[in-house]
């Protein structure tokens, strides 16, 4: 908590320093007292300024001067403060967590001549407890915790061609940034949906941030209206430890590979496009690791009764459907106006702890009136366990896990293009899948966002 304080008490600095750069110098001798009511005054002053699209501003012009030479340099920070009001393991109990963000992206035509060629470079540092470990759910109320600490992430060359139709990246990267993923789900503060679908992450090592691996991504657009992507990545999860800070470069044949590719229609997305906007995605996948059977052991018989080692299955696979679609644009606006989402994930139950997941989203910017950007949203989520995990639980003599369901409704408010403040409530049924017989718990709290 000492850290946040500095935090914020750096933040109040830089915003005094920063405002205090744009007003002119006055002799001494016409200086008003400074008086409570015009530094709040200053404050709000500053607070609105929606020229301003960072917290630090344009450095005295040294942001300008970098973005022209090809370097753009982002930061940002995100805080959740949550608690857990009704049910749960632990009632009443308050946890927050941060992240902070830097993006380093080096267009490597401006400053070598290399056509088409970019190069990024992200890292982070987190803190935080889980609000999860108080109620006892799987779906973590914040979309920010995991890996507390100092961590690299992104490490990778970007290649664009034929008129930006082809891309190709190579190096350190996230499968989440360009798989299962979309804008809309990051209204949102659960796990479950921000980010992209939790059952992904949970079911085999589909890389999300903080963690990165190496990996290799192809891009083709041949026409607006259509996008095909393919990857690969390395199946090495001990590569996500705290330890090694994700800095661990080695690549470990004997740890398999996914195989990914993602099919999308994009109807109205190009310039000038009078039709309501959507984005339709299917997404297949196949990894080549080896995975435990939830009930078998080497015999095909109930390792819970038997005793003997679980069966390994070599390979998993699955898919993923993702659409949403305008159906309602605010009259003279471009992305103001209602915007539902759905979105399915399927796989095998054998080998995954939720071959079944579902989220679903209704959303709409500019909801109220002179509130243009804001951001209105209204989330469900529900994941189904392995019903062949829950042989294994029944023969154990354990509780079976059946499903955990999350509400969400959030809004977001943008105080100005660099901060928002964002009050939130969720309800999370049937904690972990029941087993641990506690009741639905409410969540609330609020996010807080800055971009520096």
Request: charged content about 20%; aromatic content about 14%.
């Amino acid at each position: 908590m000492k850290k946040i304080l500095a935090l914020v008490m750096s933040l109040f600095l830089l915003s005094c320093s920063a405002f205090a750069q744009d007003q002119p110098v006055l002799p001494a001798v016409s200086q008003p007292n400074i008086t409570s009511t015009n530094f709040i005054s200053k404050i709000f002053n500053f607070l609105g300024d929606n020229q301003r699209t960072s917290l630090t501003g344009n450095w005295g012009g040294a942001r300008d001067r970098l973005s022209e030479q090809g370097i753009d340099i982002v930061s940002s920070y995100t805080i959740d403060l949550l608690t857990n009001d009704v049910g749960g393991l632990r009632e009443h109990r308050f946890q927050y967590d941060s992240s902070l963000g830097l993006d380093i992206n080096v267009n490597l035509e401006k400053t070598s001549n290399l056509t088409g060629l970019q190069f990024h470079l992200s890292g982070l540092w987190r803190e935080g407890k889980n609000l999860s470990a108080d109620i006892g759910n799987r779906f973590p109320p914040s979309s920010i915790f995991g890996s507390e600490q100092v961590r690299l992430y992104n490490l990778y060359l970007e290649q664009a061609m034929f008129n930006n139709r082809v891309s190709l990246k190579a190096g350190r990267l996230g499968a989440g940034d360009d798989f299962a993923q979309s804008p809309l789900y990051w209204i949102f503060l659960t796990n479950s949906i921000d980010g992209c679908p939790i059952s992904l992450p949970i079911n085999f090592f589909f890389t999300v941030y903080p963690t990165a691996t190496w990996g290799a991504r192809l891009k083709v657009s041949p026409v607006s209206a259509f996008t095909w992507k393919g990857a690969i990545y390395h199946q090495d999860s001990g590569v996500g430890r705290n330890a090694a800070h994700g800095a661990d470069f080695t690549w470990r044949r004997n740890k398999g590979i996914l195989f990914i590719q993602e099919l999308s229609f994009l109807p109205n997305q190009y310039e000038g496009a009078s039709g309501l906007p959507g984005n339709y995605k299917l997404g297949l996948f196949y990894s080549t690791g080896r995975f435990k059977d939830y009930y078998q052991d080497e015999n095909g018989n109930s390792y819970a009764e038997t005793g003997l080692d679980q069966k390994r299955r070599y390979g998993n696979y699955g898919m993923y459907l993702h659409a949403d679609q305008m159906l309602y644009r605010e009259p003279g606006t471009s992305d103001q106006g209602f915007t539902p989402f759905f979105v399915l994930c399927l796989q095998p139950a054998k080998v995954n702890e939720l071959p079944f997941f579902i989220d679903a989203a209704l959303t709409y910017k500019g909801l109220i009136p002179g509130r243009d950007n804001d951001v209105t949203g209204l989330g469900f989520a529900y994941g189904r366990w392995s019903r062949q995990l829950n042989k294994y639980q029944n023969d154990s003599g354990k509780t079976p896990q059946k499903y955990e369901i999350v509400l969400e409704t959030t809004y977001k408010i943008a105080i100005n293009k660099w901060l928002y403040f964002q009050p939130d409530i969720q309800y999370i049924m049937n904690a972990n899948g029941g087993n641990k017989n506690v009741d639905d718990a409410l969540v609330t709290g609020a996010r807080i966002g800055a971009t520096f």
